[in-house]
């Protein structure tokens, strides 16, 4: 018998669609729709990602990816423009109206971060962060919560257990590769973890393959395997500029590189005849 | 630099596609087909063996499964019928013209095979067996060089190498799964070796979603996966009665959700603009 | 070149020794010195607390565990008794003289820990807890960081370069297994990362043989092995009754069997040529 | 249960200690000995392997390294001297009445072998090569059996079991690291299979520190922890001019390191009342 129980798909036979109010009209994630997420690794500043913010609005994106306070190895390289960029995702929120995702590192942040924005991640650093669990599950946003990157496929929705068992129950899993012996890609995407998600819990489930792969060239075939495979969606790094990214630009998309993408994944969405959010 | 030569996309830029010239007619395999190799885990008697072969073709499948030895991790496991099964193969060729696979594990055994079957397979096992490789890569027919466990993609492609270098050039890589901490799964699918050994490589690369899975429920969302990455085709084992195989029933299929995956696989391929063989 | 700078070996080429003041004498963990750290893997209750307290003081215990924030896979196991638990420790510390070791999860903790405890830990979850590392970089208490479960040793030492760039310089590694495929123990001990760790940093380091393997059989041999690898000493786990623990008593060694370890350690620090702490 | 049972502790509870016979005195592997198995990676040339073989036979070593097939992952990498090598390692055996150990590949090089050699190896690519243990279990020569890169504990006592179930019961396992995500040594030495091995088989077990970790710094660390984990001896390349070897010198210990590393293990064998040998 699972640990789990409240994240378990005998507790809840029928799959959770999770609702994001947004500011124009509602997104959803779950069951019968295939949402993508698309953004910059990190918002950078105000010019670059408005522009990035109506791009992709245009292409038909509902929801932002906004990092504000990136997690990194190194104590030594950018980490972000903390909450004195929430002004510059406000102003993309408002004026676009699309909903933003953004990672939460610090349970002394979420008060602050909580009117600004529409879904909270937890990165797959924090994935065990138990504090910052226990604290996000008591708001009621929905939260994308990323696979650790040595986390079992019980260990995650344990940890989601632990968002559940506090109250929040619009929980998203995020599949973003596993630490593995192959050293070509940053990260193993395990592929299969979709469909075991899918079989064990009604919980929605994403991947992305970019922070997954660390490498562009590899982000559209996994995206689309993901899609294949009965993935929920995916979040997906585009940026003007990927050579001259402060964080992640090997990784990123062009936003013609994604509007390609963006076309094939909608195919295979109608194959699968999901809605494209 | 890479320390393969012959295997390399800088060597020939061009996709490599393999003729299986079949009793009938040609099955291709690489760039523009997606190919489905399908069967039972091991050859077990005639009577079942001639049943799911004329299934299979009914459904439109060219190439059998047709596993003679199997590498058994515990010496009191099933291990084939041996050269004994080789005339039911024989007669499941004979009888419905369909193309034959099968695993090679001693170097002994080459000769005695070598008439009567189409492929060549090297499995995960053997993906260092040296020996293996150089006296395989000395005959001229096709060969699926299987990845190894806990092999690299630089590893594999090396052995591929070993094959090239002797000089046959009809080798076909399959990725199987590798072997991570994950244990819901028998192996994790790593999805993103497809478009990266597209990248580095002219070789066609097939998808093993059921050794590879060990979980019949995982089968057809990996393999859509697969083709939806850009492989050349999976590689699927069907059996009348799974629950009585003996060897692996655990992963197969049955003919009809065979024949509903077959469907699927269908509209993938066509969306990929590849012609199912 | 490494990434990191104040960890490095380069940047200080003579090993660190740190200096745990202590209520009655120091303790000093580094070259030189082989330290044993032991105690339950939580503080249950006073009366337990104090006697185990008093048994591993008489054996020559300097530094007790003292686990108050138990982080746990699941959000229905027993937490630890948390800072209720604290004048229990303060107890136990004041009756004995010993220092305690405590692991903090959470940077609203700190404050109300620090005049208690005399090292922080950060446990192997909580080692990318960025923010966790810079509140801990601003105090000046000893800090034991333990490894990740998926950290590179390059990781491991940025995640110490955090601490040491916030000015906190008494910092402690501890190796407690990686995760791998291996499924009997619960992780891999990577004997290697002490000699690895000693080339690349001047940083003392300890093994946590008992967290690593989870099975109280293999304590000892990895225990030993840490020592005679160069590891600056160990941590134990160590309960009157294991099989009544609240918390891993699968893993815990008996006062008896902990008395044999200690003596036997004992004899290889001698070959070592290092004061036993 | 296990699926291993002549191999299991429950099957022969007491150790087995092999005796090779050796051209002058009998020497032991197994409980009540340390074994140290030495010497280079491979026979290059009969005036160095000549010289190396009286080196390490003053230093006090019964069992020399006589590597004659290479497995290469490359096969444009030398390969060892094959066969013709023989008559260089007859004539180290001949002068020096020292024992030795050599790799067999192919099943159909055992025959020529078996007169000029007293420990058959199976290398850690071959562990799962059916074939050849079928092959070797049918010989009465002792036989050092590797563990697979990637093989969990269960798996190499069932490859031993092949071993065992066709007679030869004077099998060695050899623990030589297993892989992991850590990139920075070659492999990750797992030092709990040694107390684990202890736990569930009788049949003796060494480490190999050389090719475990690629890198001669850690190679004494690490054949130290060995032996106090309570390995029974361990496998150490040992080169004159290791910057010049063919294969592997960046993980050779010179005569004058391996000198002190045997004083070394020689007190810890004496610490845990073993004869060295």
């Known amino acids: 018998m699972p640990s789990y129980k409240l994240a378990s798909r005998e507790y809840c036979p029928r799959d959770t669609v999770i609702e994001i109010p947004g500011l124009l009209e509602p997104v959803f994630i779950g069951a019968g729709y295939c949402t993508i997420i698309a953004g910059p690794c990190a ?6 990602y408005l522009e990035i913010a109506k791009i992709l609005k245009s292409i038909g994106i509902h929801i932002l990816r906004a990092g504000l306070f ?9 980490k972000g423009l ?5 002004k510059i995702v406000e102003e993309a929120r408002r004026t676009t109206g699309i909903a933003v995702l953004t ?17 909270f991640q ?4 924090n994935m065990q962060n138990f504090t910052l669990l226990e604290e996000l599950g008591k708001t009621n946003k929905p939260i994308l919560l990323k696979r650790g990157l040595a986390a079992t496929i019980e260990e995650w929705l344990l940890a989601a257990e632990y968002l559940l068992d506090r109250g929040n129950h619009k929980i998203i899993l995020c599949e973003r590769g596993i630490r593995t012996f192959e050293p ?7 592929i299969g973890a979709v469909p075991l998600i899918k079989h064990l819990s009604h919980l929605p489930i994403l991947v992305d393959p970019s922070h997954a792969t660390g490498r562009a060239e590899m982000v559209g075939p ?3 395997a993901a899609v294949a495979a009965g993935a929920d969606g995916i979040l997906v790094e585009v940026h003007q500029h990927p050579e ?3 964080s992640d630009g090997r990784q990123s998309l062009t936003p013609e590189q994604f509007r390609e993408l963006y076309e094939q994944i909608n195919k295979l969405a109608e194959l699968e005849q999901k809605i494209l959010q």
């Open 43 to 48: 918002v950078e500043n105000q010019a670059d």
């Open 70 to 78: 990136k997690p990194r190895t190194s104590p030594y390289s950018f």
């Open 82 to 86: 903390g909450t004195e960029g929430l």
């Open 103 to 119: 990672e939460v590192m610090d349970v002394r942040d979420i008060e602050d971060l909580y009117p600004h924005i529409d879904i």
């Open 122 to 125: 937890i990165g797959s650093r």
């Open 184 to 190: 070509y890609a940053r990260n193993t995407v395990d």
């Open 222 to 224: 996994v995206a689309k």
């Open 244 to 246: 001259a990214a402060l």
